[in-house]
């Protein structure tokens, strides 16, 4: 495949891509209809342009996977496709993943750490829960290895949650062993489950948006509901376990303006909230220092950490 990341000033393309948007425009200059897209790989996103509406291009919407014939050409210092036939590509003529950002670990290996950790968890209650969810639900395995960390704010990316819950359990697991008063059984299930909802809240990709349920109840109620359910099917598991294990999932985002029920009552609960928040957080720099473009130290003015960020070696 010939990502975009490879391409060059002069070459001539005939590849699939994924339209991420479609836009019909009308030159200033001759009048005529002409079309502006963006064309994304997993390596990056680049616009193209197709400014001869003939019957070489076939009708394709925003979102469609079209395969593509044209040349690359340098405008205003960056690289577009000019566009000279399109028509949309067949279903199995190509892997999703390659469209699509996606985690730099890879899934396989990130699941079997996750599986690891949940091999340490002593509790017999706790332990078959999680294996209800990470062993025994084909389905939810599915889409849980596929989602993001969320649509724009951090990990959203194929493998994104994965890659969060594997994080946000290995901190959570270091806060147990400086403080022993934690509960490690308790605090690891939660934060190996903290996220789970978001299977439901956010569609698959490409679309990797809000759905219906996403909406209404959000990944925290959507959360506990999969949690309750689960653990009604685990015999002798206490009242007082679930009950525990839920309020740290609906207080996981530590603030009721951040979306959480409720605040943190117990202290496995606290330190999720920490666990969740420093990942969050910390990816989310990186993640910004990644995408800049600029020459400098100094980056523009975050509105997530609401102040100028500057890049460290």
């Known amino acids: 495949m010939n990502y975009i990341e490879t391409l060059y000033d002069g070459e001539n393309v005939t590849e699939t891509f994924f339209?991420?948007?479609?836009?019909?425009?009308?030159?200033?200059?001759?009048?005529?209809?002409?079309?502006?897209?963006?064309?994304?790989?997993?390596t990056g996103i680049i616009d193209g342009k197709i400014w001869e509406l003939?019957?070489?291009?076939?009708?394709?919407?925003?979102?469609?996977?079209?395969?593509?014939?044209?040349?690359?050409?340098?405008?205003?210092?960056?690289?577009?496709?000019?566009?000279?036939?399109?028509?949309?590509?067949?279903?199995?003529?190509?892997?999703?993943?390659?469209?699509?950002?996606?985690?730099?670990?890879?899934?396989?290996?990130?699941?079997?750490?996750?599986?690891?950790?949940?091999?340490?968890?002593?509790?017999?209650?706790?332990?078959?829960?999680l294996d209800e969810f990470f062993r025994n639900d084909t389905n939810f395995i599915n889409l849980f290895k596929k989602s993001s960390a969320a649509k724009s704010m951090h990990h959203a990316f194929m493998g994104g949650l994965l890659q969060h819950t594997l994080s946000v359990a290995k901190i959570s697991d270091n806060l147990a062993s400086l403080y022993p008063v934690i509960n490690r059984d308790l605090l690891l299930t939660a934060a190996i489950c903290h996220d789970i909802g978001k299977v439901t809240e956010l569609s698959p990709f490409p679309e990797n948006d809000y759905t219906d349920e996403g909406n209404l109840l959000g990944h925290i109620v959507i959360g506990a509901m999969m949690i309750k359910e689960k653990a009604s099917k685990i015999d002798g598991m206490s009242q007082e376990m679930i009950t525990n294990l839920v309020h740290c999932i609906l207080s996981h985002h530590g603030k009721l303006e951040y979306g959480s029920p409720e605040k943190p009552k117990i202290i496995e609960a606290v330190a999720l909230s920490y666990a969740d928040d420093t990942d969050a957080k910390l990816e989310a720099f990186k993640e910004a220092i990644e995408d800049d473009q600029s020459s400098g130290k100094w980056m523009q003015y975050s509105k997530m950490f609401e102040t100028p960020i500057r890049k460290t070696e």
């Open 54 to 129: 003939s019957n070489a291009i076939e009708h394709f919407e925003a979102m469609d996977f079209i395969k593509i014939s044209g040349q690359v050409v340098s405008f205003n210092n960056s690289l577009q496709l000019n566009i000279r036939q399109v028509r949309r590509a067949q279903e199995g003529t190509y892997d999703i993943a390659d469209y699509m950002p996606v985690s730099p670990f890879k899934i396989d290996d990130m699941y079997a750490d996750l599986l690891g950790i949940i091999d340490t968890i002593k509790d017999k209650h706790l332990k078959a829960l």
């Open 19 to 42: 339209c991420k948007d479609k836009i019909v425009a009308t030159s200033t200059k001759n009048g005529k209809t002409y079309y502006s897209l963006k064309l994304q790989d997993r």
